[in-house]
């Protein structure tokens, strides 16, 4: 998917494998206002995020406003081999959704 908002990176040894994820997303809390008009801006975050290994969740996560634009995540995952499928999914608050998969190598 060459439009994606989800960036993946991953980097094993061994048996684990540190994965990085960036979404380019604006991350709007509802509460700051626009510098031109005075009104505020909506609220736009990612309210759910799930990350997957080989089809079996591994990260479940509940976000919110609270967190910056185009957040950035980092973890690392045990007893990953080369040719695993990483499987990143979110959803806003608006309803708009993006996934995408990345193969470790």
Do not use: C
Not at 31 to 39: H, I, M, S
């Amino acid at each position: 998917m060459a439009n994606s908002s989800i960036r993946i990176r991953s980097k094993r040894r061994q048996q684990k494998a540190q994965i990085r994820i960036l979404i380019a997303h604006p991350m709007e809390n509802g509460r700051n206002r626009d510098p031109e008009t005075g009104q505020f801006i909506p609220a736009h975050f990612i309210q759910e995020l799930d990350i997957s290994l080989n089809g079996e969740r591994v990260i479940q996560a509940d976000l919110s406003g609270s967190i910056s634009k185009d957040p950035y995540f980092s973890f690392v995952l045990n007893h990953v081999k080369s040719g695993d499928l990483i499987r990143v999914n979110w959803v806003d608050n608006l309803g708009i959704h993006d996934s995408r998969e990345h193969l470790i190598k």
